[in-house]
């Protein structure tokens, strides 16, 4: 099945959509929650900085507590692959004439597919964390790292273990249910010879690990079998308890929302057993690297070590919310999943899954780590791009088009002049939109597609003489393909606003895209040649107080992306620096400038966050409307989660597009707003094709443009 079967399979599947939207809505709710009082940022940097360290530390961090656990009598044994792990802990099995493992949950052992290893060799791995074993019943892997069984409901895990133990199941007595699996897996606690844990930390200075868990099976694990095997990448090694006490700080509160789980223990040494003639435990310690070694050294990739698994990168994901984790990953689930994929299994196995991120940055975001997951995930696309290569249409399209702008022009005003025969005013908002789309994918059936623009913002912004108007206080606006091609009077707003505020506004010599396009599909040649088209266009940086954006991501390519692409090029790259320093949303702009506004008239406001604004300019003119509209301004229930756009994403994955703009709609409607403000061209273009599409009656405009119709200026 390939990667579009699969995902249309998932998104089919409406006891998973109504599981991990419940999920959601509620996750978000018990983080803040859980996160209250604290300083997140300041938490998060902590772990970064405890977690920053390369391969000399880590291995020095590794022999210190080697010769901590040895002292006391304990084992270690360094697997270079996760084959040699699994033989290890089969040959530790067959050693002590033990058939069967009691196991906690460990992605560690997902990770080298230890169950089926084992399987083959005769040994029979018990899993012992509820959700894991209702899986292990049903032959099926986790979908998430911390709630593995999230895409079940009761109803699905009842038949589960009605087959399993031949009895009825009520489905709906949760506490039955938990009681068969409580008097199944008891007697597995004593009838194993080994017990298997993970580690969420491993304290260097006194040889203990830390294991965070809600069910004591970790502890029930460690401690009944007579043989403790603990299975640990060498990324959980940390210095000390103060260190491992900032991790396990954040573990919970991230990973489900909880203030601290119901067990966290600590195991030091050999701990007593009964059953052994010495009336000691043996212990072993697996420490696997499987990869993890050599990305120590990278400069990019080893902060993927630096992941405490909390799984959170999936919680807050748009697409993971659509079709779950065993589509959106492998054997690691979420952003980190698509990342550790590529780093352990290789790029063949990550190349088509990593296509399924959006880019909307949320993950970067949320991760109690600090890594910028969504950046990882743009470098390994350009990766595997290159190496593997990109739809060739896409290909075609950049290079003949996209990167070469005087030829781009040309044929979209070409286009713009032969449209209209597919061309028709929508009757709702009097917008001209394709009114038929030849040969359209059923899938991409799923909102209304602007016109093109008559006239290009820039061949308005001339001939409407707005270049002659002069002044000593200069910005520079840098319109992007969308206000270009398809929303000049986005742009035309905002160029009238400032300019009865007293600036000068400046375009530049010719428009260009910023690449943001090719670097999302995986295509670096194209990219870097867009990048360097709209550097040679964009005027010296020392003549203006700001570089104004309406579009985020183009925005935040020029502070981010340009730096990244230029680096051979000092020139270049000097340039790109002083811009990046200068890109300005334009509601920070009116807000810095304190410029005054009186809203017109009384309508119903509602507001959508684009991703790139909060995430890549660090900015949100929720606060702005809010406080310029008063009472008719109404907060929407996630509006700093994404649209679905995505640019050509919401193409290339319309199904997944398609189901996270469904739920932006029922966001919108739920308001009761008469109109949605977002400053995003690409957000206009996603929602209000929706809103038209599903006859939603609701007017989608750009910040400029709301501020243009319902707003008058009353000075500075």
């Given at each position: 099945?390939?990667?579009?079967?699969?995902?249309?399979?998932?998104?089919?599947?409406?006891?998973?959509?109504?599981?991990?939207?419940?999920?959601?809505?509620?996750?978000?709710?018990?983080?803040?929650?859980?996160?209250?009082?604290?300083?997140?940022?300041?938490?998060?940097?902590?772990?970064?900085?405890?977690?920053?360290?390369?391969?000399?530390?880590?291995?020095?961090?590794?022999?210190?507590?080697?010769?901590?656990?040895?002292?006391?009598?304990?084992?270690?044994?360094?697997?270079?692959?996760?084959?040699?792990?699994?033989?290890?802990?089969?040959?530790?099995?067959?050693?002590?004439?033990?058939?069967?493992?009691?196991?906690?949950?460990?992605?560690?052992?997902?990770?080298?597919?230890?169950?089926?290893?084992?399987?083959?060799?005769?040994?029979?791995?018990?899993?012992?964390?509820?959700?894991?074993?209702?899986?292990?019943?049903?032959?099926?892997?986790?979908?998430?790292?911390?709630?593995?069984?999230?895409?079940?409901?009761?109803?699905?895990?009842?038949?589960?273990?009605?087959?399993?133990?031949?009895?009825?199941?009520?489905?709906?007595?949760?506490?039955?249910?938990?009681?068969?699996?409580?008097?199944?897996?008891?007697?597995?606690?004593?009838?194993?010879?080994?017990?298997?844990?993970?580690?969420?930390?491993?304290?260097?200075?006194?040889?203990?690990?830390?294991?965070?868990?809600?069910?004591?099976?970790?502890?029930?694990?460690?401690?009944?079998?007579?043989?403790?095997?603990?299975?640990?990448?060498?990324?959980?090694?940390?210095?000390?308890?103060?260190?491992?006490?900032?991790?396990?700080?954040?573990?919970?509160?991230?990973?489900?929302?909880?203030?601290?789980?119901?067990?966290?223990?600590?195991?030091?040494?050999?701990?007593?057993?009964?059953?052994?003639?010495?009336?000691?435990?043996?212990?072993?310690?697996?420490?696997?690297?499987?990869?993890?070694?050599?990305?120590?050294?990278?400069?990019?990739?080893?902060?993927?070590?630096?992941?405490?698994?909390?799984?959170?990168?999936?919680?807050?994901?748009?697409?993971?919310?659509?079709?779950?984790?065993?589509?959106?990953?492998?054997?690691?689930?979420?952003?980190?999943?698509?990342?550790?994929?590529?780093?352990?299994?290789?790029?063949?196995?990550?190349?088509?899954?990593?296509?399924?991120?959006?880019?909307?940055?949320?993950?970067?975001?949320?991760?109690?780590?600090?890594?910028?997951?969504?950046?990882?995930?743009?470098?390994?696309?350009?990766?595997?791009?290159?190496?593997?290569?990109?739809n060739p249409i896409k290909k075609k399209v950049f290079k003949s088009l996209v990167a070469k702008p005087g030829r781009m022009k040309s044929?979209?005003?070409?286009?713009?002049?032969?449209?209209?025969?597919?061309?028709?005013?929508?009757?709702?908002?009097?917008?001209?939109?394709?009114?038929?789309?030849?040969?359209?994918?059923?899938?991409?059936?799923?909102?209304?597609?602007?016109?093109?623009?008559?006239?290009?913002?820039?061949?308005?912004?001339?001939?409407?003489?707005?270049?002659?108007?002069?002044?000593?206080?200069?910005?520079?606006?840098?319109?992007?393909?969308?206000?270009?091609?398809?929303?000049?009077?986005?742009?035309?707003?905002?160029?009238?606003?400032?300019?009865?505020?007293?600036?000068?506004?400046?375009?530049?010599?010719?428009?260009a895209c910023c690449g943001i396009p090719a670097i999302a599909s995986g295509d670096p040649e194209n990219a870097k040649s867009m990048i360097?088209?709209?550097?040679?266009?964009?005027?010296?940086?020392?003549?203006?107080?700001?570089?104004?954006?309406?579009?985020?991501?183009?925005?935040?390519?020029?502070?981010?992306?340009?730096?990244?692409?230029?680096?051979?090029?000092?020139?270049?790259?000097?340039?790109?620096?002083?811009?990046?320093?200068?890109?300005?949303?334009?509601?920070?702009?009116?807000?810095?400038?304190?410029?005054?506004?009186?809203?017109?008239?009384?309508?119903?406001?509602?507001?959508?966050?684009?991703?790139?604004?909060?995430?890549?300019?660090?900015?949100?003119?929720?606060?702005?409307?809010?406080?310029?509209?008063?009472?008719?301004?109404?907060?929407?229930?996630?509006?700093?989660?994404?649209?679905?756009?995505?640019?050509?994403?919401?193409?290339?994955?319309?199904?997944?597009?398609?189901?996270?703009?469904?739920?932006?709609?029922?966001?919108?409607e739920a308001s009761n707003a008469e109109i949605l403000v977002t400053d995003c061209p690409g957000c206009v273009m996603q929602i209000n094709?929706?809103?038209?599409?599903?006859?939603?009656?609701?007017?989608?405009?750009?910040?400029?443009?709301?501020?243009?119709?319902?707003?008058?200026?009353?000075?500075?």
């Amino acid at each position: 099945m390939n990667i579009q079967d699969k995902i249309q399979e998932k998104i089919n599947d409406e006891v998973l959509y109504k599981n991990l939207k419940g999920f959601a809505t509620a996750y978000k709710a018990s983080k803040e929650n859980a996160y209250k009082g604290l300083d997140f940022e300041a938490l998060r940097t902590r772990v970064h900085d405890i977690k920053d360290r390369d391969l000399n530390k880590v291995m020095e961090q590794f022999h210190q507590f080697k010769a901590n656990v040895e002292k006391h009598g304990c084992k270690v044994f360094q697997a270079k692959t996760g084959g040699d792990a699994c033989k290890y802990i089969a040959d530790v099995m067959k050693k002590h004439n033990a058939k069967f493992m009691v196991k906690s949950k460990s992605m560690t052992s997902e990770e080298i597919l230890l169950n089926h290893y084992l399987e083959k060799e005769g040994l029979q791995p018990i899993e012992t964390d509820l959700g894991e074993w209702i899986l292990q019943l049903a032959n099926e892997h986790p979908s998430h790292m911390v709630m593995p069984a999230i895409h079940k409901t009761r109803q699905q895990v009842a038949k589960i273990f009605s087959d399993y133990t031949g009895e009825a199941v009520d489905p709906e007595d949760i506490k039955a249910m938990v009681e068969i699996a409580r008097r199944f897996l008891r007697e597995s606690y004593f009838k194993a010879g080994v017990g298997m844990t993970g580690a969420n930390v491993a304290v260097a200075s006194t040889g203990t690990i830390g294991l965070v868990t809600n069910e004591g099976n970790a502890r029930l694990s460690s401690t009944v079998p007579p043989v403790h095997i603990v299975l640990v990448g060498y990324e959980k090694l940390c210095d000390d308890f103060n260190q491992a006490l900032d991790i396990v700080r954040v573990l919970p509160k991230s990973a489900t929302g909880q203030t601290i789980t119901s067990y966290t223990t600590w195991i030091k040494g050999r701990v007593p057993s009964h059953k052994n003639e010495d009336g000691v435990k043996e212990t072993h310690y697996v420490f696997l690297d499987n990869g993890r070694l050599a990305f120590f050294e990278h400069p990019k990739f080893k902060e993927a070590l630096k992941c405490v698994r909390c799984g959170s990168c999936a919680n807050i994901c748009p697409a993971y919310e659509m079709v779950g984790g065993h589509v959106y990953g492998d054997r690691y689930i979420g952003s980190i999943g698509l990342i550790l994929t590529a780093l352990y299994q290789g790029d063949e196995a990550a190349k088509d899954i990593l296509k399924m991120c959006i880019g909307c940055r949320a993950c970067s975001f949320n991760c109690p780590s600090g890594i910028d997951l969504q950046a990882l995930i743009s470098d390994l696309k350009l990766v595997v791009g290159k190496k593997y290569g990109i739809n060739p249409i896409k290909k075609k399209v950049f290079k003949s088009l996209v990167a070469k702008p005087g030829r781009m022009k040309s044929v979209l005003s070409l286009g713009a002049n032969f449209q209209f025969p597919l061309t028709k005013t929508n009757p709702s908002n009097q917008e001209k939109i394709i009114g038929t789309i030849p040969m359209l994918p059923k899938e991409m059936d799923f909102r209304k597609f602007p016109a093109l623009a008559s006239k290009t913002f820039s061949k308005r912004f001339y001939k409407d003489g707005y270049d002659q108007f002069s002044s000593e206080r200069k910005v520079f606006f840098y319109p992007g393909c969308a206000i270009e091609y398809f929303y000049p009077e986005m742009g035309l707003a905002m160029v009238k606003l400032l300019q009865k505020s007293g600036f000068q506004v400046d375009i530049p010599k010719k428009a260009a895209c910023c690449g943001i396009p090719a670097i999302a599909s995986g295509d670096p040649e194209n990219a870097k040649s867009m990048i360097y088209n709209t550097l040679d266009n964009l005027q010296e940086p020392k003549d203006y107080e700001a570089l104004l954006v309406l579009c985020p991501t183009c925005g935040g390519a020029i502070k981010h992306e340009f730096l990244d692409f230029t680096k051979e090029d000092p020139n270049r790259y000097k340039k790109a620096a002083q811009l990046g320093d200068m890109v300005t949303p334009i509601g920070k702009f009116l807000e810095k400038n304190n410029i005054r506004f009186k809203v017109k008239g009384n309508k119903k406001v509602t507001y959508h966050t684009p991703c790139h604004d909060s995430r890549s300019l660090d900015y949100s003119a929720e606060a702005f409307l809010s406080k310029l509209i008063g009472k008719q301004f109404i907060p929407l229930t996630d509006s700093n989660v994404c649209c679905g756009f995505g640019g050509t994403y919401s193409l290339d994955f319309a199904t997944i597009s398609n189901g996270i703009l469904t739920k932006k709609i029922e966001n919108i409607e739920a308001s009761n707003a008469e109109i949605l403000v977002t400053d995003c061209p690409g957000c206009v273009m996603q929602i209000n094709g929706g809103l038209m599409h599903k006859k939603v009656p609701v007017k989608v405009l750009h910040l400029t443009e709301f501020i243009e119709k319902y707003v008058e200026i009353i000075g500075k």
